[in-house]
């Protein structure tokens, strides 16, 4: 299988950064982590900005650095997003699409201007100056620059931190398509655990300039031993296809190997994939299946690990049918009522389910 292999070792500065870890060549990768983790440091190593003495980075085969050659950050077919969109103030928005454009021979660009422009919503912007952008435009425009290289890899490094949440939210939906579109592996540096339950599709956890964790971004959400299942707006997500929709009370059933849930009414074709999170602190926990709630969402669970995290407040993993995993975060002492312990069978009523895609 086609991956992204990195190992870095380096001293720089009084920072020590030893990393190693392989993730698929496809989808959004994100690099987890608190500030001062070693994320960026990574990312500018890949793109050859920074250099380690001691390194191996191999995309697909191809080797970009290891102890025999480093290949320039000019001769490695990527594209990188900076936190702040580094946009050309002197040209338009079409000029600046045209210069990552021309970075690439004809013979090597796969993918189309138009498509681009369109994907990413800036056909109306393209012969504004740049310093009449929103801040969520500049950063499309950058991404649709990046994009128009026709990279084998693409490099996003917190690119909405500079953005207010309605900013946030705009752009979300466009990051969601780029996989989709146009198949670019990606390596998406983030410390927000909620970009990285709408975005990634796997994950390397980063902590003191180590690789603590990597695998399914799902799975890596739930555990407990890691810091995203600590944050108080801890979350898992669920994978599932969309089975029908509901026009009388306006909601779109998402249908998963051990049944199905509800969320408000999207208009999406039947049978296309979704993804859903569940915020740990919606999710109750009951010894029997109730009928006689309000709450449509009742899923059939095993206790698999749990986590205090406070005087007050428990954290359990739960495993669902399908191997699926579900935090649910109840008082300690509805723990102890319940007996909850490894092993339990139990349902989780989920009061909110939100559609990510």
């Known amino acids: 299988m086609s991956a992204i292999e990195v190992q870095l070792r380096s001293q720089l500065g ?19 982590g608190r500030s001062g983790s070693g994320k960026t440091s990574v990312l500018r190593a890949i793109a050859g900005l920074q250099y380690v003495d001691q390194g191996i980075i191999r995309i697909n085969g191809d080797v970009w650095q290891d102890a025999q050659r480093f290949i320039p950050t000019h001769k490695r077919p990527l594209g990188y997003v900076f936190q702040e969109a580094s946009l050309f103030p002197h040209l338009s928005v079409r000029h600046n699409l045209e210069y990552g454009l021309r970075r690439t021979a004809p013979q090597e660009r796969r993918i189309r201007f138009d498509d681009v422009v369109e994907l990413l919503g800036i056909v109306p912007l393209l012969q504004r100056a740049t310093a009449r952008l929103s801040g969520g435009e500049r950063q499309r425009v950058a991404i649709a620059r990046a994009l128009l290289t026709s990279p084998k890899l693409l490099l996003m490094d917190e690119p909405m931190s500079a953005l207010d949440h309605g ?21 998406y540096v983030s410390h927000d655990p909620n970009e990285v339950a709408r975005l990634a599709d796997y994950m390397v956890v980063l902590d003191q300039g180590k690789v603590i964790a990597q695998g399914q971004a799902a799975n890596l959400l739930t555990r407990l031993d890691l810091p995203l299942a600590g944050y108080d707006d801890a979350a898992s997500l669920l994978e599932g296809v969309v089975s029908s929709h509901d026009a009388t009370y306006h909601l779109t059933w998402i249908s998963m190997d051990w049944g199905r849930v509800a969320v408000m009414r999207e208009d999406l074709p039947v049978g296309q994939h979704a993804r859903v999170q569940v915020r740990a602190r919606d999710v109750s926990l009951a010894l029997t299946a109730h009928s006689d709630t309000s709450i449509l969402n009742l899923l059939p669970a095993k206790v698999i690990d749990t986590h205090d995290i406070n005087p007050t407040q428990v954290l359990v993993r739960l495993e669902l049918l399908d191997g699926q995993t579900l935090l649910s975060r109840i008082t300690r002492r509805s723990a102890v009522a319940l007996g909850i312990q490894e092993g339990l069978h139990l349902f989780a009523q989920v009061k909110s389910v939100a559609l990510l895609s």
């Open 167 to 187: 900013a946030k939210q705009a752009i979300l939906p466009y990051l969601e398509s780029l996989h989709d579109e146009f198949e670019i592996p990606s390596l």
């Open 14 to 32: 009084a920072f020590q950064l030893d990393v190693d870890f392989s993730t698929p060549a496809r989808g959004i990768t994100a690099l987890f």
